[in-house]
């Protein structure tokens, strides 16, 4: 599980880094700092209840 988060915290920041450099597509970049956060969230939530 925590293999699937990492690759989608991987993937957001890919998102984000292509949504400031593409000036059009600023909108992936805030999208991908919302997803990246709550999958921060998710991950840290999911790992606390494991312990």
């Known amino acids: 599980m925590l293999g699937i988060i990492l690759i989608a915290l991987i993937v957001w920041i890919v998102l984000v880094v292509l949504g400031f450099l593409i000036k059009g597509l600023f909108w992936l970049a805030v999208v991908g700092v919302i997803l990246f956060l ?6 840290w939530l999911k790992r606390s209840t494991n312990n």
């Open 38 to 43: 709550a999958t921060a969230v998710f991950g």
